[in-house]
């Protein structure tokens, strides 16, 4: 047993697969829709990606990372239960977006996120959006 989710079930509730877990990205970087599928109302969307306090930054389970890739503003999350790391970021404005999901390591974190997420976010960002 771990110490910090309850038995069988990440904290939140999600188990979720890499390709789901896009998927899911992908229609709040739409506002609610995917392929052209609309799954909750634009309002909704944006209230879920709007912090409901300056403390933390979270909206309902999405947050604002402004420091996670120099001068680019994201929005996602991250979970962690009995070692497996996940990280779901994306820009709506810019459309594009990252899924990492990971176990076998001793995650540390820097100011709130995981520094192997930050690492592989900015490589992949540099490589292929920069």
Avoid: C, W
Wanted: no cysteine; hydrophobic share 35%; net charge positive.
């Amino acid at each position: 047993m771990d110490y910090s989710t309850p038995v069988f079930s990440p904290t939140g509730g999600m188990k979720i697969s890499a390709t789901d877990l896009a998927k899911y990205m992908i229609m709040h970087m739409n506002y609610g829709t995917s392929n052209g599928v609309k799954i909750i109302n634009k309002k909704s969307a944006k209230k879920m990606q709007t912090a409901l306090t300056d403390d933390e930054g979270y909206g309902l389970a999405i947050r604002t990372a402004d420091h996670l890739i120099p001068g680019v503003k994201l929005k996602g999350h991250t979970g962690s239960a009995y070692g497996l790391f996940s990280t779901m970021f994306f820009n709506p404005k810019e459309k594009f977006g990252f899924v990492i999901i990971t176990n076998g390591i001793n995650a540390t974190y820097t100011d709130g996120f995981p520094d192997f997420s930050r690492a592989a976010i900015n490589t992949l960002y540099q490589s292929f959006f920069k």
